[in-house]
């Protein structure tokens, strides 16, 4: 195999693998820094994805794969549920849900969601955790769980975040609004 082509897919499927934890972690930092509630809600929404992902694995008993192993040993390997496709089918739906409720179509993120999925579908069927029956099956849960939060937390992501600079230029309007009467 080219060396090219190998180092590629390395690099790509590593990005993938840590694409979860940068969801995870970004959205929390977005809350956090931001005070967005709604950085918190899609937060909550990724951890109820990842206890949903873990109920099917426990529900059909999956095998899990030595290749997919986060600590690998001669005799053992130990995984934590792979939603890795659940967990960019749910980013998806969640935003396109978003997208469809407030008329405010954007084809940027449109594309770059679906181009993502698709993406993580064919790296975890390359490195072999996956199946393409398992990445639709997932694909399908994904999009379900999120639409399905996205309506139950709808109210949620019409707050908009606080912004300093909009609470300054009120409490100088205000100010202002003093001496005037004055």
């Not at 405010?104 to 594309?111: D, G, S, T």
């Not at 790296?123 to 399905?148: H, K, P």
């Amino acid at each position: 195999m080219n060396p090219i082509i190998f180092q590629t897919k390395a690099i790509l499927n590593t990005l993938i693998r840590l694409l979860p934890i940068g969801l995870y972690l970004g959205t929390l930092l977005m809350g956090i820094l931001f005070t967005d509630i709604r950085a918190f809600v899609l937060f909550i929404g990724y951890f109820i994805n990842d206890i949903i992902s873990f109920g099917f694995r426990q529900m059909f008993q999956t095998v899990d794969l030595a290749n997919c192993a986060i600590v690998q040993s001669a005799t053992n390997f130990y995984t934590l549920p792979s939603s890795h496709t659940q967990m960019i089918a749910f980013t998806l739906s969640y935003f396109f849900a978003d997208m469809y409720i407030k008329q405010n179509f954007n084809v940027v993120n449109f594309i770059f969601l679906g181009f993502l999925l698709l993406v993580t579908i064919w790296s975890r069927v390359n490195i072999g955790c996956e199946n393409i029956t398992d990445g639709v099956f997932a694909t399908i849960i994904g999009v379900l769980i999120g639409v399905t939060y996205y309506k139950l937390t709808e109210k949620w992501n019409e707050i908009e975040p606080v912004n300093q600079e909009k609470q300054q230029s009120s409490s100088i309007d205000s100010k202002v609004e003093i001496f005037q009467r004055l």
